[in-house]
Structures are given as C-alpha cells and as structure tokens.
C-alpha cells in the first residue's frame, strides 16, 4: 500500500506541476498578444486586452487548481482531518471557479456586447451558472456548518432533551 500512496503523490505531484506551466504559457500567450498589438498598430488593442483578460482569469482558475492537487493531494497525500476541514478546502476551490466563471463572463459580455447583442445569451448563461455556484456554495455551507455542530455537540443534544 506504501508503493500505491507514494505514486498517487507523484502522480498528482507532476499534474500538477503540468497545469502550473500550462497556466503560465497562458499568461505569456496572453501578455505577447498585447505586446504584439502595441507593436503593430492594425490590431485593435482592446479586443486583444479582452483576450488577454480572459486567458490570464483561465489561467488563475488552471494555477489554482494545480495549486489545490500540489497541496492536497502530493504533498498532504491523506484524507480529511475532519468535516471542517474538507469544507474550508472545498469552498476555497469552488471559490476560485466561480471567480474564474464570473469574470470570464464579464469579458465576454464586453466582447458580445461590442460585436452583437444577440451573442449576449452565452455570457448570460454564464453569469447564471456563477449565480447558481454561489447559491450551491451557500447551501454546502450553510448544511456543513449545521451537520458539523450537531456532530461536535451530540452530548448537549442529549442533556438538552433529558433535563426537560
């Protein structure tokens, strides 16, 4: 079982060493495109500052992922202390996807919007499933934090209902 945990970890270790790279040639993909448009005076700069936005946010959301694979899967390489835990690690997660939904919607509004407003329907999709990840967020917190505290108070829960 010690052979399987050590390659699990290395595994995980070199994906996500491989989306860290790959995030970084997003960002040097997105920041040579703007340097070219500064260059060359026919290409629009904005459009090319949209992009860019859009490829650095995308590449934030791949950063952190393998940020979360390098810290808790190569380098933890162990399963939950406890609920509490899990929930912090989760949401920190789930947080950056919907950040790097939400702001990929806001470009993309921008670009629609700029190009035709019948395009508008994928970034309003968008901005619905950043809502709708929120609100999910919202509930997995709002349930975990309940199931926790009744799970750390359970003798309360029986004095409570023995005293009455």
Do not use: H
């Not at 952190?64 to 949401?91: C, F, H, P, Q, W």
């Amino acid at each position: 079982m010690r052979v399987f945990d050590v390659l699990t970890r290395a595994a995980f270790g070199v994906a996500s060493l491989a989306l860290m790279l790959l995030a970084c040639a997003l960002i040097y993909y997105a920041g040579s495109g703007v340097w070219e448009s500064v260059r060359v005076p026919d290409r629009d700069l904005g459009q090319t500052a949209l992009e860019a936005v859009g490829y650095t946010v995308i590449a934030i959301a791949v950063f952190d992922v393998g940020k979360y694979l390098l810290e808790e899967e190569a380098i933890r390489g162990r399963e939950m202390r406890n609920a509490g835990e899990a929930r912090r690690s989760l949401t920190k997660f789930v947080s950056t996807i919907i950040i790097a939904v939400l702001l990929e919607a806001l470009v993309t509004v921008f670009e629609a919007g700029k190009e035709d407003a019948r395009l508008m329907i994928y970034p309003t999709l968008l901005l619905l499933a950043g809502t709708l990840l929120i609100v999910g967020l919202g509930v997995y917190q709002r349930l975990s934090v309940s199931s926790e505290t009744q799970a750390a108070d359970p003798a309360e829960d029986d004095q409570g209902r023995s005293g009455d």
